[in-house]
């Protein structure tokens, strides 16, 4: 049976996971969207042309204006929403009156929660809608799941993650990969995390810690906000410590960090020269540009450490994910790790393996299966899992 998949915004992670589509799905039809005819045309070329198959069309469509968004939708069995992240609440009382099922990239758990009380309606109209299906969140938390699943009890689970520059250049050691708009808000706001089975609220660009990466050297890590989405709510009980951080190249939380202490991301109106403006506004209209314009091939690490027992005995679970921009289909990392999960999980949905309703991510799928999904899409996954046995 042939499936629509409708691709909402023909970008970066939109027209990857477009091609994991075209690649791994049964007989699928893809629909690139975006307001731009001229941009879904090319990225449906260009999946066609990866993909050796007429497999994707492109479609003219206003995400925000609800007539054209059902036009979208009408003949879709599920959408794949890649806009920014606050869009996707009212995209999704969209698709629960076209009947369609829905996946999106999330980004911010604030956000997600509005999707997410969507349930009630969402069960009436027999539909799943399944926020923060990307890399982070997303993806590490599957990591974070596998974790779990693969220990008798798991006292911590402890995920990290970075999209870094393959060549790094000062000061800031980094190359945007996603809207400015997107990592201003990982940098600023307040994380979610549980600590000693508590849930707790940790601010942005703190506990910064050492890490090694065997492929990079010696890296730094801090808090970061989204990145655990709900699963902290719904793993308690389940895990005692969950937390996720961010990894970049040493020295780039402190220079970051600036811009927070300083007031460059307040949301409050300041006068200049007799004009109203948003600090954060300004900042991200000038910076964001700026640093767009290093351009470079990027890399992508995450890492998922454990600890609990299996057996009675101590146990320790490593799991390290490594991935560079791929020369053959020219996509980056940050596009094949976010493109091609949020695509896994649009599958799942699809074959009728998620439940009915606004599902947390974390309820979607085992941790366990999608890491055996990721691996067939040939991303290297090492897992290394040590007992200590006790006399």
């Known amino acids: 049976m042939q ?118 309606q969402a069960k009436e109209a027999e539909i799943s809608l399944v926020p923060d299906t990307g890399l982070a969140p997303g993806l590490v938390n599957n990591v974070g799941l596998y974790l779990i699943e693969n220990m008798d009890k798991c006292d911590s689970a402890k995920m990290y993650c970075g999209v870094l520059p393959q060549n790094p250049k000062p000061p800031f050691n980094y190359k945007l990969t996603f809207n400015v708009e997107g990592l201003v808000t990982e940098y600023d706001y307040e994380a979610i995390v549980l600590r000693e089975g508590q849930i707790e609220k940790v601010p942005t660009l703190t506990e910064l810690e050492d890490l090694h990466i065997d492929q990079l050297g010696d890296m730094e890590a801090f808090v970061t906000s989204g990145g655990t989405s709900t699963a902290p709510y719904t793993l308690q009980g389940k895990v005692t410590n969950y937390e996720y951080k961010t ?7 402190e220079r970051m960090k600036i811009f927070k202490d300083f007031g460059f991301w307040n949301e409050s109106k300041v006068n200049v020269r007799g004009t109203e403006v948003v600090p954060k506004d300004v900042f991200n209209t000038v910076f964001g540009p700026e640093l767009d314009k290093f351009v470079d091939q990027d890399l992508c690490a995450v890492r998922g450490v454990g600890i609990g027992t299996t057996n009675g005995e101590p146990t320790r679970i490593q799991v390290d994910i490594f991935d560079k921009q791929d020369p053959e289909t020219g996509f980056t990392s940050m596009e094949r790790l976010t493109g091609f999960s949020t695509s896994i999980i649009a599958q799942e949905v699809v074959n009728g393996r998620v439940a009915k309703g606004a599902v947390r991510y974390e309820n979607a799928m085992t941790g366990t299966d999608f890491l055996a999904a990721l691996h067939k899409r040939g991303i290297d996954i090492r897992i290394k899992k040590t007992i200590e046995h006790v006399f």
Request: glycine content about 6%; some cysteine.
């Open 3 to 120: 499936n629509t998949y409708a691709i909402l915004g023909s970008g970066m992670q939109g027209t990857a996971a477009a091609y994991d589509l075209a690649k791994f799905a049964e007989d699928p039809k893809i629909i690139m969207g975006d307001m731009s005819l001229e941009q879904a045309e090319k990225a449906a070329a260009r999946v066609n042309r990866l993909a050796g198959k007429d497999v994707c069309s492109a479609a003219q469509v206003d995400a925000l204006n609800p007539d054209s968004l059902r036009t979208f939708l009408h003949e879709a069995d599920i959408v794949i929403s890649c806009v920014p992240y606050w869009m996707h609440p009212q995209i999704a009382k969209i698709a629960i009156e076209t009947i369609t099922d829905m996946v999106d990239l999330g980004g911010n758990t604030d956000i997600t929660m509005q999707t997410l009380e969507l349930d009630a």
């Open 247 to 253: 990894i970049r190249f040493p020295g780039h939380c």
